[in-house]
Antibody, heavy 117, light 109 residues
Framework: QLQLQESGPGLVKPSETLSLTCTVS??????????WGWIRQPPGKGLEWIGT???????YYNPSLKSRVTISVDTSKNQFSLNLSSMTAADTAVYYC?????????WGQGTLVTVSS | EIVLTQSPATLSLSPGERATLSCGAS???????LAWYQQKPGLAPRLLIY???RRATGIPDRFSGSGSGTDFTLTISRLEPEDFAVYYC??????????FGQGTKLEIK
């Protein structure tokens, strides 16, 4: 059974860069049938797609975040990662990693990231 | 970018009633590539419907999706207590890029 687990700091200072990792277990991240994504949800608000990566390394980002986002994959560790720079209070959210094929059918439990000095 | 607008924002119904949730797109969604998710407090979203009308594995048949182009609907035929949650639509017509609606909260009347 596929499992995804987000890891990273729960608190980030304004202007710093957030780094999160999603560890995949139960299947290989190198499966060519799927892609891997990051989605976030500010407290009490809706879902926002951040970006997606294929195991090959091809990436696609939300235009509204593109200038600050980098997503990478490490097939040897069965992980993919999110870097989001120049963090502000507006980036406070639960960050989810997920596996998709258009729709997202496997999700991590999410990790709350708070931006505060 | 396709903008999805969900209505109503909040829907108040009783168990046993029929729920109809709408998702409108700012432009036609290619190949009707639209999904619906259910989210309960503190949990990740759960996929209900994909490709506008296909139920995901393990989803009860009281959940159904319909629609095409710019207008889509999620119907819950007879509400169970566990169905009260927030529902989101997602379009993936230009997959792997996608966007989500702002959500509809289904609450107990």
């Amino acid at each position: 059974q596929l499992q995804l687990q987000e890891s990273g700091p729960g608190l980030v200072k304004p202007s710093e860069t957030l780094s999160l990792t999603c560890t995949v277990s139960g299947d290989s991240i190198s499966s060519s049938s799927y892609y891997w994504g990051w989605i976030r949800q500010p407290p009490g608000k809706g879902l926002e797609w951040i970006g997606t990566i294929y195991y090959s390394g091809n990436t696609y980002y939300n235009p509204s975040l593109k200038s600050r986002v980098t997503i990478s994959v490490d097939t040897s560790k069965n992980q993919f990662s999110l870097n989001l720079s120049s963090m502000t209070a507006a980036d406070t959210a639960v960050y989810y990693c997920a596996r998709g094929s258009g729709w997202f059918f496997n999700w991590g439990q999410g990790t709350l990231v708070t931006v505060s000095s | 970018e396709i903008v999805l607008t969900q209505s109503p924002a909040t829907l108040s119904l009783s168990p046993g009633e029929r729920a109809t949730l709408s998702c409108g797109a700012s432009q036609s969604v290619s190949s009707n590539y639209l999904a619906w998710y259910q989210q309960k407090p503190g949990l990740a979203p759960r996929l209900l419907i994909y490709d506008a009308s296909r139920r995901a594995t393990g989803i009860p048949d009281r959940f159904s999706g319909s629609g095409s182009g710019t207008d889509f609907t999620l119907t819950i035929s007879r509400l169970e207590p566990e169905d009260f949650a927030v529902y989101y639509c997602q379009q993936y017509g230009n997959s792997p890029r996608c966007s989500f609606g702002q959500g509809t909260k289904l609450e107990i009347k």
